[in-house]
Each structure stands twice: as structure tokens, then as C-alpha cells.
């Protein structure tokens, strides 16, 4: 069964520019959660997708949005890049077939910001 | 953004010794997890944890689940240079058990030498 898979695997971008990260989930699972990891703020949650509508939000600013498809896979969007939003993002898939469901983390895209 | 207290930061041991690490927060969670992660990968899912009290193994892995719901634990016996990694505690705290948001501990970060 083949993970989770995040493309692109690296991306730079200057400030003001904007970026797409996609993400496919495990075969079967329906949830899409993103998370932002960086160095001083650690794994810090971002949003979270379920059947195409968003479940829940973490506290970043409107920049940062994202959207899931039928077939489960997302993409996440940054608008007027920072440099501050130079990090790795995570995207996570689970089955949600029950409570508390475990989430399976792709490897992420590294994004740099100059 | 939030955390959890994660300890120790770092750990530098021998091959063969016995490792703890510990994870608390201020509220309760009804699931903990344990993560690790190697350089430039994400989080890869060790243990899962649903229940108060409950102690659960993986190979050399042990966690146990705060009875308090406040903190959880992690033991690697007999470490091994490829236990080298980051290790992440993360907690579900949603009792509604609608959301696959996570919070993360800060990290231990794990050196074996042989």
C-alpha cells in the first residue's frame, strides 16, 4: 500500500510569491491534515480536510488555505510569501474509522523562502 | 503556537542503554501518540494510545498513557544506532473525537554512539 505522497519534495520561492503543495493520502482515507514544521515553532497544525470540507483550522493567517478533491487528495496554498514561511510542510492522512484514528505523515516539501 | 512539554531536549547514550522520555500538558488528551522522525522525512508513527493507564509495546518500545491523561511516557530498551531520530510525543485533545488535530511536543532528540 503505497504512503502518503507530497510533491513537490523542495521549492524556492522569493517573498510575494505565491505556492501549491499537494498532497495524495493513503488509498481510503478521507481526512487531509497539514501541519507547518519549523526549527523555533516546532510541528505546528495547520488544517484539516474531510470529505472536502474543512474540519478544522489552526491559528495561521489567511495566506495560508487549502482544499481537498473527491478523491481525497489536497493542496495547500500560500499567498504573498513570507520569509517566515520557510519550513517543512507535513501532510498527514487517516482513515478515520474510529476514534482518535492515527495519522500517517508523508515526508513533506521543504519550502525556503528568499 | 501550542506545545507540549516535552523532556529531556536531547539525549546522547551508548549503544545498549536504556532510554526514557516523558511528555505533559496542562489539559487532558484522550489519545497520545509517539512519533519519530529522521533528518529530511516526516513523523513516522511508533505507538498509539487510546485509554488512561494503558501500557502498550512495540519491540523495544514501551508508552504508557498518563492516568491523569496528562502526560504519557516513552522507553526504548537496549538502544541501537539506528534508534538516532527525533522522537515526538502528540496529543488529540478533541473530546468530541471530531478532529485528527494534534499537538506536538517539542522533541527528543536521540544520539547512540557505539
Known amino acids: 500500500k503505497a504512503g502518503v505522497t507530497q510533491t513537490p519534495r523542495y521549492l524556492i520561492k522569493t517573498r510575494g510569491q505565491q505556492v501549491t503543495l499537494s498532497c495524495s493520502p493513503i488509498s481510503g482515507h478521507r481526512s487531509v491534515s497539514w501541519y507547518q514544521q519549523t526549527p523555533g515553532q516546532g510541528l505546528q497544525f495547520l488544517f484539516e480536510?474531510?470529505?472536502?470540507?474543512?474540519?478544522n483550522k489552526g491559528n495561521f493567517p489567511g495566506r495560508f488555505s487549502g482544499r481537498q478533491f473527491s478523491n481525497s487528495r489536497s493542496e495547500m496554498n500560500v499567498s504573498t510569501l513570507e520569509l517566515g514561511d520557510s519550513a517543512l510542510y507535513l501532510c498527514a492522512s487517516s482513515p478515520r474509522t474510529r476514534m482518535g484514528e492515527k495519522l500517517f505523515f508523508g515526508s513533506g516539501t521543504q519550502l525556503s523562502v528568499l | 503556537g501550542q506545545q507540549l512539554n516535552q523532556s529531556p531536549q536531547s539525549m546522547f547514550i551508548q549503544e545498549g542503554e536504556d532510554v526514557s522520555m516523558n511528555c505533559t500538558s496542562s489539559?487532558?488528551?484522550?489519545?497520545w501518540l509517539w512519533y519519530k522522525q529522521d533528518p529530511g522525512e516526516g513523523p513516522v508513527l511508533l505507538i498509539a494510545?487510546?485509554?488512561?493507564?494503558e501500557l502498550t509495546s512495540n519491540g523495544r518500545l514501551t508508552a504508557q498513557f498518563g492516568i491523569t491523561r496528562k502526560d504519557s511516557f516513552l522507553n526504548i530498551s537496549a538502544s541501537i544506532p539506528s534508534d538516532v531520530g527525533i522522537y515526538f510525543c502528540a496529543g488529540q485533545a478533541d473530546l468530541s473525537y471530531n478532529t485528527d488535530k494534534l499537538i506536538f511536543g517539542t522533541g527528543t532528540r536521540l544520539q547512540v554512539f557505539p
Open positions: 489539559s487532558i488528551f484522550n489519545t
Open positions: 480536510y474531510f470529505s472536502e470540507t474543512q474540519r
Open positions: 494510545l487510546y485509554k488512561a493507564g
